[in-house]
């Protein structure tokens, strides 16, 4: 498998070795390895290694913490910026499903929590993502056969809106559509990828991958970054009230990519 994108295509890939290793430990003892801590801790190796082109923000923590989890990243691009809002799962011990995937509700939430990712990242202009973070034993699809040599894929990113599409909260189901992260940032790896690739953030990407990608919002020229019709229909959708507001993201992280080849 071809790589290429720098340090930062091997950093996000060892730190998804390393989410999918800690597991396996985590699993093996009493201790706990939550999403948060995964997530806080992974970026904060990306900001540590790259911090010349990372950026990362916190805020205050939303008192629905069920609803609120979220960050919210963007890839920024010679051409386009990828804006995504990602709400990070963790896959349990021996778990084969990701439970309450599809019911799981914030008390003051008008709908469940994956409604609501998607409905909170729309109406902010960004693209609703899972991050799954899962030990080796559990994948099928992104086994050690299907990654570089020596890496495990511990964090899978996928939209949401596909996740929702399937209807499953079955992992081996949610595979299909989804992706080890370190994908957003190695060029070469995108064809595969429901993401778009850096070479065509950069304006480099060829014809048949700008087709899909160019129709939403959150793949923006830098003269466009919000789309109020979208906004508009997705309350009348999910039935949203007028005066709702999105529950905020706890961080945003930027990745300046225009270097990137």
């Known amino acids: 498998m071809s790589l290429s994108g720098g340090n930062l295509c091997h950093t996000f890939l060892g730190l998804g ?10 699993y093996g003892s009493h201790i706990s390895y939550g999403e948060e801590t995964i997530t ?29 989890a979220d960050w919210e990243w963007h890839l920024i691009g010679r051409k386009y910026t990828l804006k995504m809002r990602v709400q990070a799962k963790r896959l ?50 992104w086994t050690a056969a299907n ?10 990113v996928g939209l949401a809106g596909d996740i929702k599409g399937l209807g499953s909260k ?3 189901s949610i595979e299909q559509v989804s992706v080890p992260w370190h994908f957003l940032v190695c060029p070469k790896l995108a ?10 953030l950069n304006g480099q990407g060829d014809t048949s991958e700008t087709a899909p990608k160019l129709r939403e919002p959150y793949v923006v020229s830098t003269e466009f970054l919000y789309h109020p019709d979208r906004r508009d229909s997705v309350r009348g959708l999910l039935d949203i009230p007028d005066d709702y507001q999105p529950v905020p993201v706890i961080g945003r992280v930027s990745i300046d990519c225009r270097q990137l080849e």
């Open 17 to 26: 070795d390393a989410v999918s290793r800690s597991l396996r430990l985590a």
């Open 170 to 172: 079955y992992f081996s």
């Open 191 to 200: 064809k595969k990828s429901p993401f778009p690739s850096v070479a065509f």
């Open 92 to 141: 349990a011990k021996n778990g084969q499903q990701i439970k309450r995937l599809f019911s799981q509700k914030a008390k003051t939430a008008p709908h469940p929590q994956i409604d609501m990712l998607i409905a909170d990242a729309t109406l902010q202009g960004l693209l609703p993502v899972y991050c799954i973070y899962s030990a080796e034993a559990a994948r099928s699809t």
């Open 147 to 156: 990654m570089p040599p020596d890496y495990e894929a511990g964090c899978l």
């Open 40 to 68: 806080e801790s992974s970026l904060l190796q990306i900001w540590n290694r790259h911090s010349a082109i990372v950026d990362i923000q916190t805020f205050s923590k939303p008192k629905e913490a069920m609803n609120g």
